[in-house]
């Protein structure tokens, strides 16, 4: 055993350490302690028995020259005439070789499978390489994370991979799908419901979750969701029907005043907020309609400059960044004036974004304003942006506190005369003494903390720049605006490659938890925040402080200080001459010190929601585990609403989490109305999820010219065919995974996504049972019917009913003719009800009837069209 003395020397640091703890916590009788021998091993004993244990030595080898050759180019064309004609190609020239398909897990075996059907090829399933060389199959396919193919033409074998068959887009394409999906889906979808919370179902209204239950209905098993409205009465809703049900988000979810089953209380309530919707639809139609209108400055993007810059970025893009790359330069080079959000946690990259409108905006001599709200903020994106625009020919300018006022006059005239090109400022950007020459771009970063005055002028300079803003946690307003399609949303909510959540605990204050939170962090050369929002009392915090750990180099930090001294104080942290950093909310926004990862928040209790996530967001910034510490008082000596953010800060402790932060702040404070100063209203009658479906149903129908619907219906069809069609509790037994899965199947809005969940459920669950195999195609079959305007299709054994909407898109003559030809197999009953037989008498067979008919009726659309 090869014994390395750095291992010896951590693990007897660490052991020391643990004894050092138990010291000085052992005389604690509220807590008792177990001696450290009682839980873990001494290092003697750890070495003692490695020593037993063999050595294994690992090094590379080359391989022999010309027994191995890369995979030709086997991609798939999805646009060609014959997607598989590569593939198709090297099976014919490779007769001989036996071959090894590999997917990347258990799901996308099955797709791949389902695309080498139509090469009429059935390969056999292997466990792994090994298998494969001892078996006869001339086709194989197996599951590994294999990226690259190889053609071995001395033992005539070939490994085709499914990356080399679909490029980056196996990953890239899930990953994307998941990302778009994020924007409704994390507001929509029902991943906090537990029994007990409050739901909103369209037909009936506002009732609590109570759980799932299995019933037998036709004699056939189904799953329901049981609601509880006023009185106690009991809804029972199919798990098909998920996409009626909602979150209430609306208010506390305590009062959520519940519906009465049975009377038109509900029916009442939501057509009043229909008449409302349809004002509200009206007034911010008409805002986008003079924004539309407003032709904004067309910009060119050259190619060539542009990848130039674009390659200096030292990290790799992450797929929904680059869709937001991608759609700030779609609006900057499109005819209408650009006002979009970002919104992006903590380090995710939206200053890269923000640096690509820039460099597009200055190549096409336009100026650029970056507004922030803090001094430290707008001196740290001054450096970033001269760091990162230092080899191109770009003058920036910073006006803050930190300047003189003799340089704060010098770059004014240089703003003035277009010598700038890009200016970035605290609020002084929006007083009236700045005069541009031609600005063209404004980026805002952290929009909340501006005040009201600053927002109406930012308002009114909206009408003659191109506006991108940029934020972890957009205020409510904010966000309800980009959710009504009123400014445009981009969300980034993938995390740099090696990038890691930091853990939050809520402990309440005790010396012994900061001086080992402060101790451990010190020990591995990293730094911390200790948040101590009292300018009054700060110093007296820092006195404490360094008591209680007398070898911290401590600093102290607040907006109080002189700027010349406060700039020297960030100045020495960032450069590591302190340790700990003292400081007030100052550090909210923007500070970026890698080697800080852990931060201690005093009366976490007093901040406001996106204060914590901001604050917390200043740690962890590199690959190093990050930890944060909420200390606050006594749980029942908060108020409610401190509770529910600080229970809100800790639940949402995953990566991107700033936009399902913002949706609970929405809902902690009352969802505000948008537009007015009003908090309430009708939200809080039928919910916030619904209320912003019933507004995108309203201005869809104001902008198609039709009148929107005061009696709003889901545009749903209802799919019952009296076969099992579930997700039985055996194969996923954890309710809430069930649910959240049944509400992702009923959401689905066509084929491609239904597929993809079915590589999801299969990855992560194993192979699909039949009864959800049907649940799948149930759902696909839905999809159709809701195409072709369907309002339901009901089948049993031998016979079933088609119900058409009033405005169906299937012609009425082609049903007439149906009906004239096979008389004894269809009849009209009534004007919008198509009666049938058929034959099938198992599951499946009925399925595949519905859908020939279906697509009889979809011939008979086109022929009309």
């Known amino acids: 055993m090869i014994r ?69 180019d086997v991609a798939v064309q999805a646009q060609a005439s014959d997607p598989l004609a590569a593939l198709r190609q090297f099976l014919e020239t490779h007769q001989d070789h036996r071959i090894l398909f590999c997917a990347e897990s258990a799901g996308r075996r099955e797709a791949l499978l389902d695309l080498l059907a139509p090469l009429e090829l059935n390969p056999s399933p292997v466990a792994g390489w090994d298998e494969f060389l001892g078996s006869t199959e001339t086709i194989c396919i197996t599951v590994a994370p294999v990226d690259e193919g190889l053609v071995l033409e001395d033992r005539k074998l ?49 009732g609590r979750y109570r759980g799932l239950q299995t019933l037998n209905i036709d004699g056939q098993e189904t799953e329901f969701l049981t609601l509880e409205y006023a009185r106690q009465a009991k809804l029972y809703v199919p798990v098909s029907s998920l996409h009626l049900i909602s979150r209430y988000g609306g208010s506390e979810p305590d009062m959520a005043p519940l519906n009465q089953l049975g009377n038109d209380q509900w029916q009442r309530a939501r057509r009043k907020a229909a008449e409302k919707i349809r004002d509200t639809a009206a007034e911010l139609l008409d805002i986008y309609a003079r924004r539309e209108a407003r032709k904004g400055h067309i910009y060119r993007c050259d190619n060539i400059d542009y990848k130039a810059f674009a390659a200096g970025f030292p990290f790799e893009e ?17 005819t209408r004036s650009m006002d979009r959000l970002v919104c992006g946690d903590v380090g995710f990259g939206k200053t890269e974004v923000a640096m690509r409108a820039a460099f597009i905006a200055v190549q096409n001599n336009r100026q650029v304003a970056i507004l922030v709200p803090t001094t430290l903020l707008a001196q740290q994106h001054f450096e970033s942006f001269r760091d990162r625009f ?83 946690t957009p205020i409510p307003r904010t966000l309800n605006l980009a959710m009504s399609s009123v400014r445009d949303l981009s969300l980034i909510a993938t995390a740099p490659a090696r990038r890691l959540a930091v853990k939050t605990f809520v402990r309440e204050r005790q010396d012994e938890i900061v001086k080992e939170a402060v101790m451990r962090e010190l020990l591995r050369g990293g730094q911390v925040f200790y948040l101590h929002n009292e300018v009054k009392t700060i110093a007296r915090a820092a006195e404490e ?19 010349r001294e406060l700039e020297q104080v960030m100045s020495d942290f960032y450069h590591k001459r302190f340790n700990i950093l003292v400081c007030s909310t100052i550090i909210e926004t923007g500070i970026d010190i890698p080697s800080a990862n852990t931060i201690i928040i005093e009366r976490a209790d007093q901040l406001g929601l996106a204060q914590l996530h901001q604050l917390r967001g ?36 995953t990566l991107g989490a700033g936009f399902t932060l913002a949706s609970h702040d ?35 129908a104001i902008r198609d010219g039709r009148s929107p619907d005061i009696d709003f219906t889901q545009g749903s069809s209802e799919v019952n065919l009296r076969i099992p069609a579930l997700i039985p509790e055996d194969y996923l037994p954890d309710i809430h995974n069930r649910l959240i899965t049944y509400k992702r199947i009923a959401g689905a809005r066509d084929a491609g996504e239904l597929r993809d969940l079915q590589v999801e459920m299969i990855d992560r669950f194993g192979m699909l049972p039949e009864q959800t195999k049907r649940l799948f195609r149930v759902t696909e079959l839905k999809l159709r019917a809701q195409a072709l305007g369907i309002n339901k299709i009901d089948a049993s054994a031998g016979s079933g009913k088609i119900t058409f909407s009033a405005n169906t898109r299937v012609d009425p003559l082609s049903i007439v003719e149906l009906v004239q030809k096979e008389s004894k197999t269809f009849r009209l009953a009534g004007a919008t009800e198509l009666q049938f037989q058929h034959g099938a008498e198992n599951p499946d067979q009925r399925i595949d009837a519905i859908n020939k008919l279906l697509d009889r009726l979809r011939v ?4 009309a069209a």
């Open 4 to 72: 390395s003395s750095q291992l010896e020397t951590d693990a007897h640091r660490f052991w020391t350490d643990i004894q050092n703890r138990y010291e000085s916590r052992r005389h604690n009788r509220e807590h008792p302690l177990l001696p450290p021998e009682q839980i873990f091993l001494p290092p003697e004993e750890i070495f003692a028995a490695l020593q037993n244990h063999a050595v294994v030595r690992l090094r590379s080898t080359e391989s022999e020259a010309g027994s191995s050759r890369a995979l030709p």
């Open 158 to 206: 070939a490994l085709i991979t499914e990356t080399r068959l679909f490029g980056r887009r196996v990953a890239q394409r899930r990953r994307r799908k998941r990302v778009q999906d994020n924007t409704d889906f994390i507001i929509k979808n029902l991943t906090e419901l537990h029994p007990g919370a409050a739901v909103v179902h369209a037909e009936h209204g506002v």
């Open 318 to 334: 992450t797929a929904d960044q680059q869709d937001a790359i991608n759609a700030v330069i779609a609006d900057m080079q499109s």
């Open 390 to 472: 230092a080899d191109w020919p770009v003058v920036i300018e910073l006006l803050s506190r930190f300047r003189s006022g003799k340089q704060q006059d010098a770059a004014l005239e240089r703003i003035r005369q277009g010598q700038s090109d890009i200016v970035v400022g605290t609020h002084k950007l929006l007083q009236g003494n700045i005069d541009y020459k031609d600005i063209g771009l404004l980026i805002i970063d952290e929009e909340h903390r501006f005040g009201v005055q600053q927002k109406e002028k930012l308002k009114a300079l909206r009408a003659e720049v191109d506006i991108l803003t940029l934020t972890a």
């Open 545 to 563: 402080l360094r008591e209680l750990i007398p070898e911290a180099r401590i600093g102290v930090a607040h907006g109080q200080l002189p700027e």
């Open 618 to 653: 200043r740690v962890g910034r590199s690959h190093h585990q990050a930890y944060a510490y909420m200390m606050t008082p006594p749980w029942k000596a908060m108020t409610d609403d401190a509770r529910k953010r600080i229970e809100a800060i800790s639940a949402a402790n």
């Open 666 to 700: 929405l809902e902690i404070r009352g969802a505000g109305e948008i537009l007015g100063d009003e908090q309430s209203g009708h939200i809080q009658k039928i919910g916030f999820t619904l209320y912003t479906e019933m507004l995108e149903q309203a201005v869809a």
């Open 860 to 863: 008979a659309d086109r022929s």
